[in-house]
C-alpha cells in the first residue's frame, strides 16, 4: 500500500520569502501522479500543483513549483514570494496511473500548516 | 459554473438519527468520492464510485451507506451515526480520462455526532 509522510506538522514563513513543504511517499508503482492540495481556513480543497511520474521536469505554476525527485520518493513544493494568502493547510496525495478500482483513490499526508508573518 | 455542491454544510446530531449528506456535480463526471478528514490524519477515502450503479469500499466504510443511482448525485448515508463519526466530509469527482481525471472537490460537510 502507498503511503504519504509530511513530517512537519507546521511551518513559518516572513511575506515576500520563499518557503518549501516536505513530503515523501512510498510505493512500489513506477507510473502515477502527486499532487500538492491547499485548504484555506474556508476549508476548500484547492489544488496547487501536479506532477505526473513519468514526466522528468518538474511542475510549476506561477509562483509554486516542485522537487520531484522520483528515486529518493520525494515531492516538495516551494513557495516562492509569500503572501498573507498562501497562509493555508497543505496536503501532499499521491495517486496511481491506474485510475481503477482501489487504485483511484488519493492517499493524502497529514498535512501541514503553513503560516505567514506580514 | 462547475461544481459539487454538498449539503448540509453543518450538522449537529445525535447518535444513532439516521442522516444523509447529499453531494451533486454538475459537470457529468463519472467518478465520485467520499472522504473524511480528521485531524492528524489528512484525508480518507470512505467510498467511491466509478459509474452509475457501481460503487465500492475505500479505506474507511464502516457505518456508512452510498449509492449512485443517477450520473450527478451521491449520497453518504449514516444510517446509525455514531461519535467516531464527528468529522470534516468531502465529495469528489472526476471525469473518466486517464489525462484529466484530477478531483473537484465540495465545500465540505462538517459532522458533529453528540
Known amino acids: 500500500a502507498q503511503t504519504v509522510t509530511q513530517s512537519q506538522p507546521e511551518m513559518s514563513v516572513q511575506e515576500a520569502e520563499t518557503v518549501t513543504l516536505s513530503c515523501t511517499y512510498d510505493t512500489s508503482e513506477s507510473d502515477y501522479y502527486l499532487f500538492w492540495y491547499k485548504q484555506p481556513p474556508s476549508r476548500q480543497m484547492i489544488l496547487v500543483i501536479r506532477?505526473?511520474?513519468?514526466?522528468?521536469q518538474n511542475a510549476t505554476e506561477n509562483r509554486f513549483s516542485v522537487n520531484f525527485q522520483k528515486a529518493a520518493k520525494s515531492f516538495s513544493l516551494k513557495i516562492s514570494d509569500s503572501q498573507l494568502g498562501d497562509a493555508a493547510m497543505y496536503f501532499c496525495?499521491?495517486?496511481?496511473?491506474?485510475?481503477?478500482?482501489?487504485?483511484?483513490?488519493?492517499?493524502f499526508g497529514k498535512g501541514i500548516t503553513l503560516s505567514v508573518r506580514p | 459554473e462547475a461544481q459539487v455542491t454538498q449539503n448540509p454544510r453543518y450538522l449537529i446530531t445525535v447518535t444513532g438519527k439516521k442522516l444523509t449528506v447529499t453531494c451533486s456535480q454538475n459537470m457529468n463526471h463519472e467518478y465520485m468520492s467520499w472522504y473524511r478528514q480528521d485531524p492528524g490524519l489528512g484525508l480518507r477515502q470512505i467510498y467511491y464510485s466509478m459509474n452509475v450503479e457501481v460503487t465500492d469500499k475505500g479505506d474507511v466504510p464502516e457505518g456508512y451507506k452510498v449509492s449512485r443511482k443517477e450520473k450527478r448525485n451521491f449520497p453518504l448515508i449514516l444510517e446509525s451515526p455514531s461519535p467516531n463519526q464527528t468529522s470534516l466530509y468531502f465529495c469528489a469527482s472526476c471525469p473518466w480520462d486517464p489525462g484529466a481525471n484530477v478531483l473537484t472537490f465540495g465545500a465540505g460537510s462538517r459532522l458533529t455526532v453528540l
Open positions: 496525495a499521491y495517486r496511481s496511473a491506474l485510475f481503477t478500482g482501489a487504485n483511484s483513490k488519493l492517499t
Open positions: 506532477q505526473e511520474a513519468y514526466k522528468q
